[in-house]
């Protein structure tokens, strides 16, 4: 290694987590308690990021039922797609924004978009028409702030070695994760304060189980603001621990190490954007589809919905966090192109198990049913093996409320479509949970490592700008395809992108190579 009279050389094992492998870093030891501290201000930023979007997820469908009647389902795709739409603009921007400016600048200011958006996501309910717009609206801008996501992968790519980088991406994952996890578990714990929840007259603001887990959001990104203010400091070092000069910020007296010159395989890095994409559109449908699937294939209520579904998510959350736990340790034996392959096949076996088999078919909506048939004799149903016209529809049952549950009559595929039992929807729900999150710390553990000592920022953007496509993309998909064609059609579908993604991982897999490597620089 190399040493410099004016550096301390360190042995450190910076993340713990390394198989207890040791990286030589040049640095002093103020520098590295400020670059792991900057680090983990960027890891708390990513999980308040996914926390703005998992928090409310799993309450968007009844919260948008309960403000406007006149919304859909598929006016529901489009506004949890909107999230997404907003990310996919200013990623590229924030990234471009962060390769010349100190990368302070764009966090802050994209925080504060989202901030304010939470709290016009808290005031949707207020205005006596349009609602389902201003709803929106407000997450179309909470996407907005959380473009912020590309600067969070570029800085901590670039202040952590090759040697580093596999774990500090799944730690990154994994706060991420964190984020999913206790979103949805402090949705569930807010279904407690009811529909009607309080209402604050002077500023009139109703907190309710709708809106408290948005005032909640704009708390914690006042915190976050906070701790970049105070906390964080820009860092960069190369392939191999050594420091280099920041593009960010100009200090005097900084000894560095050049940048490693060379062409970055485009092939690789566009293919990785693609793979991207597959993952987060098919997890994007996933987690858009489990509240109306819930609903239609088990007769929950909205709240029923809201609290099992916060509980299913958690549980998932928990397991997405034990899988990057894992991908550190196994990555270091296999390699991160063979756990990419194995968890698009984890994935394309829980999409699989999600297609309906067998011959019961789910409970109707018969309110539905009465409000919508005025001039028909008989009624299609199911009672469980064959189809018969009935003149009437049943009696409710002793739990009755009048809240409309089953699957809707104005969806037709709820007459010929066998029912997703509960133990097919949590199995899946395990292999998805599984195969994910492994998919997306690999997809750009590895786009990172292809890039090599580089400024990322915009790189890392257009990643961010790709995933965030398929979250568009995806919800706008999916409830077009299960409202009109049902589940068969909505996972089959998916079911094949899967397939062919995993084909194409296995055409360009040679080209995916460290940068340091290709040139033979490491």
């Given at each position: 290694?190399?040493?410099?009279?004016?550096?301390?050389?360190?042995?450190?094992?910076?993340?713990?987590?390394?198989?207890?492998?040791?990286?030589?870093?040049?640095?002093?030891?103020?520098?590295?308690?400020?670059?792991?501290?900057?680090?983990?201000?960027?890891?708390?930023?990513?999980?308040?990021?996914?926390?703005?979007?998992?928090?409310?997820?799993?309450?968007?469908?009844?919260?948008?039922?309960?403000?406007?009647?006149?919304?859909?389902?598929?006016?529901?795709?489009?506004?949890?797609?909107?999230?997404?739409?907003?990310?996919?603009?200013?990623?590229?921007?924030?990234?471009?924004?962060?390769?010349?400016?100190?990368?302070?600048?764009?966090?802050?200011?994209?925080?504060?978009?989202?901030?304010?958006?939470?709290?016009?996501?808290?005031?949707?309910?207020?205005?006596?028409?349009?609602?389902?717009?201003?709803?929106?609206?407000?997450?179309?801008?909470?996407?907005?702030?959380?473009?912020?996501?590309?600067?969070?992968?570029?800085?901590?790519?670039?202040?952590?070695?090759?040697?580093?980088?596999?774990?500090?991406?799944?730690?990154?994952?994994?706060?991420?994760?964190?984020?999913?996890?206790?979103?949805?578990?402090?949705?569930?714990?807010?279904?407690?304060?009811?529909?009607?929840?309080?209402?604050?007259?002077?500023?009139?603001?109703?907190?309710?189980?709708?809106?408290?887990?948005?005032?909640?959001?704009?708390?914690?990104?006042?915190?976050?603001?906070?701790?970049?203010?105070?906390?964080?400091?820009?860092?960069?070092?190369?392939?191999?621990?050594?420091?280099?000069?920041?593009?960010?910020?100009?200090?005097?007296?900084?000894?560095?190490?050049?940048?490693?010159?060379?062409?970055?395989?485009?092939?690789?890095?566009?293919?990785?954007?693609?793979?991207?994409?597959?993952?987060?559109?098919?997890?994007?449908?996933?987690?858009?589809?489990?509240?109306?699937?819930?609903?239609?294939?088990?007769?929950?209520?909205?709240?029923?919905?809201?609290?099992?579904?916060?509980?299913?998510?958690?549980?998932?959350?928990?397991?997405?966090?034990?899988?990057?736990?894992?991908v550190k340790v196994i990555a270091k034996k296999v390699g991160d192109r063979v756990i990419l392959l194995g968890g698009l096949v984890i994935v394309f076996s829980g999409l699989f198990l999600l297609l309906p088999w067998g011959n019961q078919f789910p409970n109707i909506?018969?309110?539905?049913?009465?409000?919508?048939?005025?001039?028909?004799?008989g009624i299609a149903g199911f009672d469980g093996t064959n189809a018969f016209f009935r003149s009437t529809p049943p009696p409710s049952p002793a739990n009755h409320t009048d809240e409309p549950t089953g699957c809707p009559a104005a969806q037709t595929w709820c007459f010929?479509?066998?029912?997703?039992?509960?133990?097919?929807?949590?199995?899946?729900?395990?292999?998805?949970?599984?195969?994910?999150?492994?998919?997306?710390?690999?997809?750009?553990?590895?786009?990172?490592?292809?890039?090599?000592?580089?400024?990322?920022?915009?790189?890392?953007?257009?990643?961010?700008?790709?995933?965030?496509?398929?979250?568009?993309?995806?919800?706008?998909?999916?409830?077009?395809?299960?409202?009109?064609?049902?589940?068969?059609?909505?996972?089959?579908?998916?079911?094949?992108?899967?397939?062919?993604?995993?084909?194409?991982?296995?055409?360009?897999?040679?080209?995916?190579?460290?940068?340091?490597?290709?040139?033979?620089?490491?």
């Amino acid at each position: 290694r190399a040493r410099l009279n004016s550096r301390s050389e360190r042995v450190l094992d910076f993340f713990g987590g390394g198989g207890g492998s040791a990286e030589f870093l040049v640095e002093t030891k103020e520098e590295y308690k400020s670059r792991k501290r900057s680090i983990w201000v960027m890891y708390l930023t990513m999980f308040l990021s996914s926390l703005g979007f998992s928090i409310v997820i799993t309450s968007i469908w009844p919260y948008l039922q309960k403000i406007d009647r006149t919304a859909d389902t598929s006016f529901l795709g489009w506004v949890v797609a909107a999230y997404s739409l907003g990310q996919m603009v200013a990623s590229p921007l924030f990234g471009l924004w962060s390769n010349y400016r100190p990368r302070s600048e764009p966090l802050i200011v994209s925080i504060l978009i989202n901030v304010a958006a939470n709290i016009l996501y808290m005031y949707v309910q207020v205005p006596q028409v349009h609602n389902k717009y201003y709803m929106l609206i407000a997450r179309t801008f909470v996407g907005f702030g959380s473009g912020n996501v590309a600067i969070v992968r570029s800085y901590v790519s670039g202040a952590t070695s090759l040697a580093e980088r596999t774990a500090a991406m799944a730690n990154m994952s994994a706060f991420q994760a964190l984020g999913f996890i206790l979103g949805p578990a402090f949705q569930m714990c807010m279904t407690f304060i009811g529909e009607t929840g309080i209402t604050w007259k002077a500023i009139c603001l109703q907190l309710n189980m709708y809106t408290t887990p948005a005032l909640m959001g704009a708390v914690l990104g006042t915190l976050n603001i906070l701790l970049l203010i105070f906390m964080f400091r820009e860092h960069r070092i190369d392939d191999l621990g050594r420091s280099l000069k920041s593009i960010n910020v100009d200090v005097e007296g900084t000894e560095s190490v050049q940048d490693a010159q060379g062409e970055v395989d485009r092939v690789a890095v566009v293919t990785l954007n693609i793979l991207f994409f597959v993952i987060l559109f098919v997890f994007a449908i996933f987690e858009t589809i489990t509240t109306p699937l819930t609903m239609d294939m088990y007769a929950w209520t909205r709240k029923q919905a809201v609290f099992y579904n916060g509980i299913i998510l958690a549980v998932m959350g928990v397991e997405s966090i034990i899988a990057f736990m894992l991908v550190k340790v196994i990555a270091k034996k296999v390699g991160d192109r063979v756990i990419l392959l194995g968890g698009l096949v984890i994935v394309f076996s829980g999409l699989f198990l999600l297609l309906p088999w067998g011959n019961q078919f789910p409970n109707i909506q018969w309110t539905d049913i009465r409000n919508h048939s005025n001039n028909a004799s008989g009624i299609a149903g199911f009672d469980g093996t064959n189809a018969f016209f009935r003149s009437t529809p049943p009696p409710s049952p002793a739990n009755h409320t009048d809240e409309p549950t089953g699957c809707p009559a104005a969806q037709t595929w709820c007459f010929n479509t066998p029912v997703i039992h509960l133990a097919q929807y949590l199995t899946s729900d395990a292999l998805i949970g599984l195969g994910y999150p492994v998919c997306n710390v690999m997809s750009y553990t590895l786009y990172s490592k292809i890039l090599g000592p580089r400024p990322q920022g915009v790189y890392m953007g257009w990643l961010t700008a790709s995933g965030s496509g398929a979250r568009t993309l995806g919800p706008v998909f999916v409830s077009q395809v299960y409202t009109h064609l049902g589940p068969r059609w909505a996972f089959g579908l998916l079911c094949g992108i899967v397939i062919l993604a995993t084909l194409l991982l296995g055409v360009m897999y040679k080209r995916f190579i460290v940068f340091s490597s290709r040139y033979q620089r490491i």
